[in-house]
């Protein structure tokens, strides 16, 4: 059974630094593109950032030099750093596996609140 489970969401304020992890299981973790999404209130989800099987990285505008993605094989998890972190970030983030075929999974998604 695939799982992925997010941690790390909570209230910070602006300026501030959270480290969201995905913990998986179920699949081959370190065969599948891992990527981030969120989605804030009354908008459409988007992708944040992306690693792939090999260790490429590629980020959506919004949060290049903000926002590290990362992953360890080893443990099933992948991680997002993110720092300096600005209002217009508040969302829940998701955490999604993508296999080479196209098969995608999701987690349940952790809150982030970014306010003063």
């Known amino acids: 059974q695939v799982r992925l489970v997010e941690s790390g969401g909570g209230l910070v304020q602006p300026g501030g630094s959270l480290r969201l992890s995905c913990a998986a299981s179920g699949f081959i973790f370190s065969g599948y593109f891992m990527n981030w999404y969120r989605q804030a209130p009354g908008k459409e989800r988007e992708l944040v950032a992306t690693?792939?099987?090999?260790?490429?990285?590629n980020y959506a505008d919004s949060v290049k030099g903000r926002f590290t993605i990362s992953k360890d094989n080893a443990k099933n998890t992948m991680y997002l750093q993110m720092n300096s972190l600005k209002p217009e970030d508040t969302a829940v983030y998701y955490c999604?596996?993508?296999?080479?075929?196209?098969?995608?999974?999701w987690g349940q998604g952790t809150q982030v609140t970014v306010s003063s």
């Open positions: 690693i792939t099987s090999a260790g490429s990285t």
């Open positions: 999604n596996a993508t296999s080479p075929i196209g098969f995608r999974f």
